[in-house]
């Protein structure tokens, strides 16, 4: 018995002294391996009484798992010094960098004689400017809201009470945080209207552009995470004219002179009259009764708009009869793909830099 | 729904195109999304009796058929169906046709035995969906005689089905009459319902059908009608073909007739077999808790007191109301008398009944948008009068708990015209509402007190009927105007402006930006050295690989990089703007906007998620390490126009930023090469080169060097002041200072030093060379600042270039120990 306790002693001492790597995984035969003292005590069991090889062998046993637990912690110990030199070896005064790209020094100025890379901006980003900028021109403001909703915004308060059938329409990403399906992904930017006129009272000419989300299987025209833009005007006397009207002249700016919209009913919880609206197909102009973008029917259908449903005023606490007002939406991504005539939305996701370094 | 055109010419003459029909039909909100014609007059193919059929004497899978045309003669036909039997009238496509798929037909030997034409099923002919195995389309008896057209036997004209996708707020057009009365109503037309003839047999007894008490409010109208001798029943040929065109299945006479009702009116029902009834009788009432049905469809359904059963008179339940009947008293070919159920139910019920169960039916349909509540009472004169003649009705018991009160809405043309921009004249208004069955009549000047059909339960509401006066309207005749109104500023706001000045300094300084997926997994971040305990996870994620919400850019952009990286890409720079999440752990940490703007305030709980836009920079390739983004660094705090900004030393944790303490912790960031983004005072980010392990885990080469900035707070940096200062006119004098100090002493700490000491005179002051040399200094460098002096008012003595000199060496050695080198 104090055989094995030396055994294991002398084991401790050898495995705690060696001093790297390379000296622990030197020792470790000689401490509890093939040449250890352990071994050699292993070797006499054969010759002993069953209760003495018993007791003899629990003792061997223990030690040897002490000698392996002992050995593990060295191994770590010494690792972890190793990637603190190898890590101070390393160590960089990053504002001496900070400094030497000042202007007036050295290398910054041997830089300038480099040829200079140029980056892209994502297709949808540029795309999504450009809308932006159209809709700034008009007169509208560029409003954002969160990505992460409370049912209240998404749903309720656009005329979607709790088990409201129109809420099927959307496939919606619930998180685990709080009441079972209060919290969610928001699944259009509609909710940041409610934001808006929550927030002040008209008038309202805004625009917001923004991620949304929905539990639609990846396909060459969904993605579960896709760009949206909104418009909402709120103001006294704003009819459905000025919602035809609107989208006229932004289809004009954006896709050129001579496209047009055009509306058809529809149907959605917050607005009241609805509609889808169709743009002039921007690939054949009506001209091409084979086209594979409208069908050959002329117009590809865009988004969803109407005059704002008088209970979402009266859910945000704008007087639905002084006011009247109009918001649409469509997707951004959608937009990016007719601009370029991409089939496959999913190549906005991958980041190939021969994808993105074409725009 | 599948709306055939020759069903809903049966209430409005309507002509014209397909297309211009499709076209009318999308201008009122009736989706069109096919258009299919269908019935072609199928020339060369007759009816032909089958005389015998023969086992082909060298083939298992074809038999011989001999068929008579009328002329008496059998003419032989090999048939790879076996379901017809001697006496059936058969279609048979005569030597010669051509079939509508474009096969024809002549003489030919199979197997060695003559066939003279081929015998047609039901999708050969477009007359009807495939089946599970070959069936030859068996004619009804006695339709007509052999050797006629079939197309004439069957009346056949050619049709039009339109694939319509109804809105679900548009219940009324769940059936032909729906759809065939808007349609008159845009195009102008008259529209009516032929009234069935009602005639009651004294000698059928009247249903007994009863509503219990505690199913009144999921329970609004129960009607019972029996009807005897439905086995006798002569069901026209229309019903079927309509039925198969509307794409429904024909089973058998009686069910065929009440899908046609549903089909044709929008009224579910459903006919039992009364003596397969318990108790010859129906009852309604609430399911037991933990009950059981039995559905049509095989599967056994368990109910809650919440859900509305259709039970016999003995009590024992025999379908879920308004969904889908059970199936004990189920019809069957030998049924000879029916008890039909014609009833009404509360849609809230049916929908959450429905959706529980997961169960879809037409009748769910129907039900859970809203039926109108009379329409039962010509629902069954419709269904007896299909039936034929000699099916004979009783009386029927109806049973009602709520009698509705039809709306009323008031109408101000006014109004009408505010919200649609039109100028309408004042009756205008009621006209085009009066042709949807709308009642208006004037109430006041340009006022109208409006009655709503009880088909449409949709309309509660003054603008619900703008709506429907617009769609008669047509959107199309809107004129287009623009809003007027006064200049009012608006345009970006300054957090907005600032983000696109990143994305253009990023870009021309060579970064691509990408867009990654705002999902990911917990072995995504533990990948890129990040904790996922903070992360937001999704209750319903499209897979686990996507279940947490991103708490940084960095494993997007490392697995964009990758993606490149694998594509040979060689060296690459990519920066990503978008939002992260995170869930704080601790209660009542304070919530950060992130430059969310133009938003109202958050509620409740989603105020306490943390949402918030970071930038993140990331580069690899073989001469990149941790000055790239020291470098990307300063292309944004100069483009920025930053007042302050620097790199100091990091320390996880100091400032409370949201980036590195979760970095520094999940082993992240390169030790020795790691830094704090400062703006203004206050940390704005991290900056450095990732830990070799992360880049070995995403199979990167060389360093990664890598920026990531919390949005807000670097746009809200104090920026430069625009007050205007002449370059001096005055030549400058430069000196150069290379001082030997400790490495624990930060360049940008002797630079600051630097700077103060020479006061107002220094223009510039700029690191130009680093310097170890182990041998000479250990544990020091040498660092060699330049110096521009210049005043604005004069040129500079020796004596002053002199003083400034001194002042900077004795504040660097004072400082940090500094020494002058060659001193």
């Given at each position: ?6 055994a ?16 622990l995984r ?44 002992i050995?593990?912690?060295r ?14 070896s ?20 041997d ?23 159209i ?11 969160p990505?992460?909703e ?5 749903f ?22 709080g ?43 969904h ?31 954006f896709f050129g ?13 917050f ?44 859910a945000?606490?704008?007087?639905p ?36 370094s074409?725009? | ?29 009736l ?83 003559w066939s ?61 009459v ?68 509307a ?5 058998n ?14 009224q ?49 339940g ?6 889908m ?6 019809i069957s ?99 085009l ?23 449409r ?67 995504d ?31 997007g952009l ?16 990519l ?23 133009g ?10 998620i943390?949402?918030?836009?970071q ?11 941790a ?23 990091f ?16 082993g ?82 002797l ?6 000491a ?18 000479l ?28 000199r ?18």
């Amino acid at each position: 018995m104090n055989d094995v306790q030396s055994a294991l002693e002398k084991g401790r001492a050898l495995i705690m002294e060696a001093p790297s790597l390379e000296a622990l995984r030197a020792v470790e035969a000689e401490a509890f391996g093939k040449r250890s003292e352990l071994a050699a005590i292993t070797a006499t069991l054969r010759g002993r009484t069953p209760d003495e090889r018993r007791e003899l062998g629990k003792a061997l046993q223990d030690a040897r798992e002490d000698l392996d637990r002992i050995y593990s912690e060295r191994l770590a110990r010494l690792e972890a010094g190793l990637a603190r030199e190898r890590a101070a070896s390393e160590r960089l005064d990053l504002s001496e960098a900070a400094g030497l790209f000042s202007p007036g020094g050295g290398p910054l100025a041997d830089l300038l004689a480099q040829p200079l890379p140029r980056g892209h901006l994502h297709l949808v980003t540029q795309v999504r400017e450009e809308l932006e900028d159209i809709f700034v021109s008009m007169g509208f403001e560029v409003a954002e809201g969160p990505e992460v909703e409370d049912d209240w915004h998404n749903f309720e308060a656009l005329n979607m009470p709790p088990h409201h059938p129109a809420r099927g329409m959307f496939d919606t990403f619930y998180l685990k945080a709080g009441p079972p399906q209060s919290v969610l992904l928001r699944t259009h930017t509609s909710p940041v209207q409610v934001r808006l006129m929550e927030s002040r009272q008209p008038p309202i000419y805004a625009v917001a552009p923004g991620r949304c989300f929905r539990r639609d299987t990846p396909d060459a025209t969904h993605l579960p995470v896709f760009h949206q833009l909104e418009a909402l005007v709120v103001d006294e006397g704003i009819s459905m004219s000025h919602l035809a009207g609107a989208l006229d002249a932004f289809t004009n700016a954006f896709f050129g002179p001579g496209r047009h919209a055009r509306l058809r009913p529809s149907f959605f919880p917050f607005t009241e009259p609805s509609a889808e609206f169709d743009v002039t197909c921007w690939v054949c102009d009506g001209r091409d009764p084979n086209c594979r973008t409208c069908s050959g029917s002329g117009w590809v259908e865009l988004g969803g708009c109407g005059m704002v449903d008088p209970a979402v005023f009266q859910a945000v606490g704008v007087d639905p009869e002084r006011y009247t007002g109009f918001a649409w939406g469509f997707g951004i991504d959608r937009l990016a793909m007719a601009r370029t005539g991409l089939a496959d939305m999913r190549d906005l996701l991958d980041n190939d830099l021969r994808f993105i370094s074409q725009f | 729904m599948r709306a055939p055109l020759s069903w809903l010419r049966d209430f409005t003459p309507v002509e014209g195109t397909s297309a211009d029909i499709a076209r009318t039909l999308s201008f009122l909100g009736l989706v069109v999304e096919g258009t299919e014609v269908v019935g072609a007059p199928l020339p060369g193919i007759v009816v032909a009796r089958v005389l015998a059929t023969r086992p082909h004497p060298a083939a298992d899978r074809i038999q011989l058929v001999d068929v008579d045309l009328g002329d008496g003669e059998a003419l032989q036909i090999c048939c790879g169906a076996f379901n017809m039997k001697p006496g059936d009238l058969v279609p048979l496509a005569t030597i010669g046709t051509v079939m509508p798929s474009g096969l024809p037909i002549g003489r030919r030997k199979l197997r060695g035995e003559w066939s003279n034409g081929m015998l047609c099923s039901a999708p050969e002919l477009s007359l009807g969906p495939e089946g599970p195995e070959p069936a030859i389309y068996i004619l009804p008896p006695g339709l007509s005689s052999p050797g006629e057209p079939v197309a004439e036997a069957l009346g056949l004209s050619p049709d039009v089905v339109f694939d319509l996708e109804i809105s679900p707020n548009r219940s009324d057009c769940f059936s032909m009459v729906g759809v065939a009365r808007d349609l008159a109503a845009a195009l102008g037309l008259p529209f009516s319902i032929p009234g069935p003839p009602y005639a009651v047999a004294e000698d059928v007894a009247p249903a007994s059908v009863a509503i219990l008490e505690d199913a009144g409010e999921l329970c609004w109208r129960f009607t019972g009608t029996v009807i005897e001798e439905v086995d006798k029943a002569d069901v026209p040929a229309f019903v079927r073909r309509r039925l198969t065109l509307a794409g429904m299945r024909s089973i058998n006479p009686v069910v065929d007739v009440s899908n046609y009702v549903m089909l044709e009116l929008g009224q579910p029902n459903h006919p039992y077999d009364i003596d397969r009834l318990g108790g010859r009788g129906l009852v309604v009432r609430r399911a037991g808790a933990g009950e059981a049905i039995v559905t049509l469809d095989g599967t056994a359904r368990r109910l809650t007191p919440e859900d509305c059963v259709i039970a016999d008179g003995e009590g024992v339940g025999v379908g879920i109301a308004g969904i889908m009947g059970g199936a004990t008293a189920e019809i069957s070919s030998g049924t000879t008398a029916v008890l039909l159920e014609v009833a009404n139910f509360n849609p809230q019920a049916v929908a959450a009944t429905g959706k529980r169960l997961g169960l879809l039916s037409e009748a769910r349909t129907r039900f859970e948008r809203g039926v109108d509540p009379e329409v039962a009472g010509r629902a069954i004169s419709r269904f007896v009068e299909l039936l034929g003649p000699r099916a004979r009705r009783g009386e029927t018991t109806d049973v009602r708990t709520v009698v509705q009160e039809r709306a009323k809405i008031f109408l101000r043309t006014e109004r009408v015209n505010l919200v649609l921009g039109t100028s309408l004249s004042p009756n205008e208004p009621a006209e085009l509402l009066s042709r949807l069955g709308f009642e208006a009549v004037p109430n006041g000047p340009s006022t109208y007190e409006v009655t709503v059909p009880t088909w449409r339960p949709d309309c509660e509401r003054e603008v619900d009927l703008i709506e429907e006066i617009a769609r008669i309207y047509g959107y199309e005749n809107i004129a287009r105007s623009l809003p007027r109104r006064s200049i009012a500023p608006a345009g970006l706001t300054d957090y907005q402006k600032g983000r696109r000045r990143v994305r253009e300094l990023l870009a021309g300084a060579g970064a691509n930006e990408a867009w990654t997926s705002s999902f990911l997994s917990g072995a995504d971040l533990a990948r890129a050295g990040l904790s996922s305990s903070e992360a937001l996870a999704l209750e319903n994620p499209l897979d686990q690989a996507q279940g947490l919400l991103r708490t940084s850019l960095l494993p997007g952009l490392l697995d964009a990089a990758r993606f490149n990286t694998e594509r040979q890409a060689g060296a690459l720079s990519l920066f990503e703007i978008g939002s992260v999440f995170r869930h704080p752990s601790e209660e009542g940490q304070p919530a950060r906007s992130g430059g969310r703007v133009g938003t109202g305030p958050q509620t409740g709980l989603v105020n306490s998620i943390l949402e918030w836009e970071q930038l993140g920079v990331l580069a690899v390739g073989l001469d990149v390490d941790a000055t790239y983004a020291v470098r990307a660094w300063k292309v944004l705090a100069g483009g920025l126009r930053l007042q302050s900004s620097a790199v100091e030393p990091f320390a996880a944790g100091g400032s409370g930023s949201t980036l590195d303490g979760a970095m520094a912790a999940g082993g992240s960031l390169h030790p020795g090469r790691r830094a704090l983004a400062v703006a203004g005072g206050y940390e704005v980010g991290v900056l450095g080169e990732l830990a070799p392990a992360v880049s070995a885990a995403y199979d990167l080469p060389g360093r990664v060097a890598f920026l990531l900035l919390d949005l807000a707070p670097l746009l809200g940096a104090p920026r430069q002041s625009w007050a205007a200062q002449s370059a001096s006119r005055y030549p400058a004098a430069d000196i150069d200072l290379a001082f030997v100090v400790g490495d624990d002493v930060p360049a940008a700490h002797l630079e600051a030093t630097v700077r103060e000491a020479a006061g107002d005179l220094a223009e510039a002051v700029a690191l130009f060379s680093v310097w170890r040399d182990g041998s000479l200094w250990a544990g020091r460098r040498s660092l060699a600042f330049r110096l521009r002096l210049r005043a604005p008012d004069r040129t500079l003595t020796g004596a002053e270039v002199a003083e400034v000199r001194d002042r900077v060496v004795a504040a660097a050695s004072v400082a940090h120990g500094a020494e002058l080198r060659g001193a």
